[in-house]
């Protein structure tokens, strides 16, 4: 992408930047390329850096003349992107640079991810430590990795090297809105043994869901997106329910915090009389399901087609066994606050089903802000585990963050949002999981607010940033580190 198309977009320096950082690989656990491109910027600008072994990186700047004594803040994001495309998108993200486009006040990718949650926080931290016209108390810039598969960096990150005790996040998703609490996380994985037979002579069918919108699993949960791997469950159960079938494979979804859009499912039967009774329960139940989602989900195909034939199956034990756990496995909200606006205070995802070569995986994401609701949920995993004979792993658990009566950081947003725009900053608890509670639990007396630029459709392919909005906070945040400095 040309700097060119910039010539009419602000923050300039900012959006380069963005450009600048979308041309390196990094899904999580793959960051140290980005972490390499920070150290050489902070070599550059002559700014202390401290990276770590996972490659968080912290960047520190002194405060603008006359700022120098006053307490510093901290300037947070993650450099790791969610690394979905679409199907028939030809894309390498372990090496390939994302491919920028404009579109009606809108950067997005080029049938991927566009990596602006959360690279967009990188861009306009690396802008304030470059400019030296800005007048900002001492800042300290925290770029941390792993984040969209459980906040592994903000949990692993030394807490000694930072001296902040008022804190910027800048993974928000809506201008206008500040988050000031936000839901805890975990991720529960099944493993489910299978026994494997010879399907020589067997008629296969494929069944395959596209179109979904998708979206994050805890911010967009609310909006009851299609589930591609809850819609499968019901294909595959209805079909064996009906006639003898047998699983060859099954694939749903990429990640467990992204609501999973598209799913793929080959069933193998004896006879092709069998197949064609199949095909026709499979039609049947698609065309019901798109009824159902005409209104949430136009777009969404399900196809069903005979396929030539798979070398192996599962067992019917092993077939009936899967369908019944898929078909049984929670999703979606479980729970809202009905007094506070009706937020989502609990939910499940069933992000990830994936065949192995003597497993299926099934992987989960629950999210509550209250911990004995998490618990249950856990609880209702493992037990379902337990029923099915699976393997269970839990991993990437982070906290929530609980609402702060007192804060000046948020006292400050809210002013100088209405000295700038002349309306309301909006406060509120989001369900997403956000990294403050984690530098909460770190660095004790935290003062924290989350904000940003407006974003749509992440964790999908179809995100894209309003790069009006993005102009209209960069002059919000400037603007706030300039009353910090009075």
Avoid at 116 to 125: E, K, L, Q, R
Avoid at 206 to 227: Q, T, V
Avoid at 229 to 257: E, P
Avoid at 295 to 310: F, H, L, M, N, S
């Amino acid at each position: 992408m040309s700097k060119d198309l910039w010539d009419e977009c602000e923050p300039r320096a900012v959006l380069e930047y963005f450009q600048e950082i979308s041309a390196i690989p990094r899904s999580s656990s793959n960051e140290k390329g980005v972490a390499d491109y920070l150290e050489g910027f902070a070599r550059k600008h002559n700014l202390p850096c401290y990276r770590d072994a996972l490659h968080n990186v912290v960047i520190k700047k002194a405060g603008s003349a006359g700022c120098e004594h006053l307490p510093a803040v901290m300037l947070q994001g993650h450099t790791d992107m969610v690394c979905e495309k679409n199907a028939g998108t030809v894309h390498d993200f372990s090496k390939d640079p994302i491919e920028l486009e404009v579109t009606d006040g809108w950067l997005h990718a080029k049938g991927t991810t566009l990596g602006a949650d959360n690279g967009i926080a990188v861009a306009m931290m690396l802008a304030l430590l470059s400019d030296d016209s800005l007048r900002h108390p001492p800042l300290e810039c925290v770029f941390t990795v792993q984040e969209e598969t459980g906040l592994t960096g903000a949990s692993e990150l030394d807490g000694s090297v930072l001296d902040a005790r008022m804190m910027i996040n800048l993974d928000s998703e809506e201008e206008g809105v500040a988050t000031v609490s936000c839901a805890g996380g975990m991720r529960v994985r099944l493993f489910k043994a299978v026994e494997w037979t010879d399907a020589s002579g067997t008629f296969p069918m494929e069944i395959s869901i596209r179109g979904l919108l998708g979206g994050h699993s805890g911010a967009d949960i609310h909006l009851e997106h299609g589930n591609a791997n809850k819609l499968m469950s019901r294909m595959l159960y209805a079909v064996q329910q009906a006639v003898s079938t047998r699983l060859c494979s099954i694939r749903g979804g990429n990640k467990d915090n992204a609501i999973a859009r598209e799913s793929d499912c080959v069933l193998t039967f004896e006879t092709a009389s069998d197949r064609d009774r199949a095909q026709k329960i499979a039609e049947t139940l698609g065309a019901e399901i798109r009824a159902e989602f005409a209104a949430a989900e136009p777009d969404v195909q399900i196809t069903v087609r005979p396929v030539d034939g798979c070398a192996r199956c599962m067992s019917s034990h092993s077939t009936q066994e899967l369908a019944r756990l898929l078909y049984l496995a929670p999703n979606g909200m479980r729970k809202r606050n009905v007094q506070k606006g009706g937020f989502v205070v609990c939910s499940v995802n069933l992000g990830v089903v994936a065949t192995g070569d003597e497993e299926v995986m099934v992987c989960f994401s629950p999210r509550s802000s209250v911990d004995s609701l998490q618990r249950d949920t856990r609880q209702e995993l493992e037990l379902l585990a337990e029923l099915f004979g699976c393997r269970v792993a839990v991993d990437g658990e982070y906290p929530g963050w609980s609402y702060a009566e007192v804060s000046r950081v948020r006292d400050i947003f809210c002013e100088t949002y209405r000295e700038l725009f002349h309306s309301e900053l909006r406060i509120e608890a989001i369900h997403a999981g956000l990294e403050c509670g984690l530098f909460s639990g770190k660095l004790p007396g935290l003062d924290a607010i989350a904000v940003g630029p407006t974003m749509r459709g992440v964790h999908t392919p179809d995100e894209a940033l309003d790069l009006a909005s993005c102009e209209r906070f960069w002059r919000l945040l400037t603007h706030v580190l300039e009353n910090l400095s009075k």
